[in-house]
Each structure stands twice: as structure tokens, then as C-alpha cells.
């Protein structure tokens, strides 16, 4: 079967630096992406990877190795505001991960 | 552009009624996903379309539901008749297809079957 796998729940201080990872099992794989979606709201494009390597974007980082099946969004600089959940997709958005519900603490 | 527009934002009925879910995609843009979001299931796609054509409809759950895309601006999707276990938070996302994958969600239509 196809999977992503990702934790469901990260806890972090505002102002310090969170990595969500991604693990997925597809037959065959074009990229994954990353999206934000607070309570209550609808999800938000971040990033993608389509060949491994970093990609940066402002605050947000996004990592694939294709060879681990892995990737990674890493978040700096916290602020409030980035509390929300971050779901991981693969294949143009044909498969989800379950969401990382990101707690941020004063 | 005033981005992916769904309608309605809420929709309550009782359960045996037909529902109508729709939505207007970002103008040029060549793909269009729906989506149901639970707690229990998360975020699974139902159906998406490229062109106006269905390609992939193997997430819909049964017979139940249907979806039409009759013009490149307008897509629907039917519940017919609904059942309580088809509450959720439905989306509609919309996406250019130009190779980095970013798609648009619409505010999504909360479903409640009674």
C-alpha cells in the first residue's frame, strides 16, 4: 500500500527551530509537498521537493532524499503564529499525510 | 483573482436528502481536486480532474457521491442520498499543473448530516 508517515504532534518554544519529517512508501514518487492549515482553515502551499536537496523559502526549509524515502520541513524563528497543523503530500497531491499539529509555547 | 470559491461555507440536512457541493476553480488553472477532511480519516481525496475530465474517481467512497466538471469554471459534487458518516469538511483545490505541485484550496464546505 501507499503511506506517509509523520508525527502527530510537536511542541516547541517560540523563537527556536522545529524539523516535522515525513516518511512515505508510494509505488512510484514525483515530489512531495508541504502545506499549512490552522483550525478552522484551509490548507496552505509551503514548499516542494521534486529532487533532493534543501529548498528554502523565508523561515521555512523544505529537505527530500529520495534514496531514504524521507523528508523534512523545518520551521525557524518560531513565532505564534505558526502554530497549525503541517501536512506532508506526495504525486501532485494524491496522498496526505495524517498532519503534525504544531504547539508553540511562549 | 479571487481565488478557489466554494459554496455553500455550511450546509446542514437530514439525512436521504440530496447535496450539492460546488466550486469555481482559479481562472487558467488546468487541474481540479475534491477533498474530505475528518478527524478519524483526515485528508483524503476523492476525485480530481484535468481539462474538465475526471482522471482519478477510485476515492470516492460509493455510488453515492458524483462529481461534474462541465466547464473549465465550474465543478459540483452531488451526495445523493447523504448519510450522517458523510459530515465532514469538504475542499475544492485547484492547481496550474506547472511542475511544482502548489495547489489552492478553497475555505471548503462543512458538511453536517443529520
Known amino acids: 500500500g501507499q503511506s506517509l508517515e509523520q508525527p502527530s504532534e510537536v511542541t516547541a518554544v517560540e523563537g527556536a527551530i522545529v524539523q516535522i519529517n515525513c516518511t512515505y512508501q508510494?509505488?512510484?514518487?514525483?515530489?512531495l509537498s508541504w502545506y499549512q492549515q490552522h483550525d478552522g482553515g484551509a490548507p496552505t502551499f509551503l514548499s516542494y521537493?521534486?529532487l533532493d536537496g534543501l529548498e528554502e523559502t523565508g523561515r521555512f526549509s523544505s529537505f527530500l532524499s529520495r534514496s531514504d524515502s524521507y523528508g523534512y520541513l523545518l520551521l525557524q524563528e518560531l513565532q505564534m503564529k505558526d502554530s497549525a497543523s503541517y501536512f506532508c503530500?506526495?504525486?501532485?497531491?494524491?496522498?496526505w499525510g495524517a498532519g503534525t499539529k504544531l504547539i508553540i509555547k511562549p | 483573482d479571487a481565488g478557489v470559491i466554494q459554496s455553500p461555507r455550511h450546509e446542514v440536512t437530514e439525512m436521504g436528502q440530496e447535496v450539492t457541493l460546488r466550486c469555481k476553480p482559479i481562472?487558467?488553472?488546468?487541474?481540479l481536486f475534491w477533498y474530505r477532511q475528518t478527524m478519524m480519516r483526515g485528508l483524503e481525496l476523492l476525485i480530481y480532474?484535468?481539462?474538465?475530465?475526471?482522471?482519478?474517481d477510485s476515492g470516492m467512497p460509493e455510488d453515492r457521491f458524483s462529481a461534474k466538471m462541465p466547464n473549465a469554471s465550474f465543478s459540483t459534487l452531488k451526495i445523493q442520498p447523504s448519510e450522517p458518516r458523510d459530515s465532514a469538511v469538504y475542499f475544492c483545490?485547484?492547481?496550474?499543473?506547472?511542475?511544482?505541485?502548489?495547489?489552492?484550496f478553497g475555505s471548503g464546505t462543512q458538511l453536517s448530516v443529520l
Open positions: 483545490a485547484s492547481g496550474a499543473g506547472t511542475g511544482d505541485e502548489k495547489l489552492f
Open positions: 481562472s487558467g488553472h488546468d487541474y
Open positions: 480532474f484535468n481539462n474538465n475530465v475526471p482522471i482519478d
Open positions: 508510494t509505488s512510484g514518487f514525483y515530489g
Open positions: 521537493n521534486g
Open positions: 503530500a506526495v504525486n501532485y497531491q494524491l496522498i
